[in-house]
T-cell receptor, first 112, second 110 residues
Framework: AQSVAQPEDQVNVAEGNPLTVKCTYS??????LFWYVQYPNRGLQFLLK??????LVKGSYGFEAEFNKSQTSFHLKKPSALVSDSALYFC??????????FGQGTTLQVKP | EAGVTQFPSHSVIEKGQTVTLRCDPI?????LYWYRRVMGKEIKFLLH????????ESGMPNNRFLAERTGGTYSTLKVQPAELEDSGVYFC????????FGPGTRLTVT
């Protein structure tokens, strides 16, 4: 069965520090992996995706994610966090079906 | 270009009542998805339309939920009768590749 896990309910970082939001997945075959962000009272916004190719994927707002097949992980990273990055982040996968399978979400809190 | 819109943004109903949620996809998008997030858990797939046809409805929880997409444009999701466990945020997404999500409808069943 396909699944996505986000082991941290909340991540707290200080502004200017690097941030990592963790995601691991389980799927048979090659996954398509995504990160979405939800700001308060807004819909989910696409950040980045991994389909194939380079393991380091760059996305919107300075975010990037590293696909690690051996560890079945797709952690979201940013070198220097901003207070405005505070939001709810979802990792998701799809496997040729179109429908997305999401993790539980991680709240990122960036403090000034 | 207008994004995916959903109506209402928030609905509070009593157990046993009926509620209809509406989703207007991005114009020209053939694929339309419904998802929901219950009680702060993961967002779960409900169903997928390709134009007016149901491609996959494996995520629909039971027969109290009915989704339609008349003419392959907007879609409605009706819950009848609503139960307490139906409370959550219902998201709609449309795509011709990337999935673009609407802001969601927060449904509260009391």
């Amino acid at each position: 069965a396909q699944s996505v896990a986000q082991p941290e309910d909340q991540v707290n970082v200080a502004e200017g520090n690097p941030l990592t939001v963790k995601c691991t997945y389980s799927v048979s075959g090659n996954p398509y992996l995504f990160w979405y962000v939800q700001y308060p009272n807004r819909g989910l916004q696409f950040l980045l995706k991994y389909i194939t190719g380079d393991n380091l994927v760059k996305g919107s707002y300075g975010f990037e994610a590293e696909f690690n097949k051996s560890q079945t992980s797709f952690h979201l990273k940013k070198p220097s966090a901003l207070v405005s990055d505070s939001a709810l982040y979802f990792c998701a996968l799809t496997h040729n079906t179109g429908k997305l399978i999401f993790g539980q979400g991680t709240t990122l809190q960036v403090k000034p | 270009e207008a994004g995916v819109t959903q109506f209402p943004s928030h609905s509070v109903i009593e157990k046993g009542q009926t509620v209809t949620l509406r989703c207007d996809p991005i114009s020209g998008h053939d694929n339309l998805y419904w998802y929901r997030r219950v009680m702060g858990k993961e967002i779960k797939f409900l169903l997928h339309f390709v134009k007016e046809s149901k491609q996959d409805e494996s995520g629909m929880p039971n027969n109290r939920f009915l989704a339609e997409r008349t003419g392959g444009t907007y879609s409605t999701l009706k819950v009848q009768p609503a139960e307490l466990e139906d409370s959550g945020v219902y998201f709609c997404a449309s795509s011709q590749g990337e999935q673009y999500f609407g802001p969601g409808t927060r449904l509260t069943v009391t």
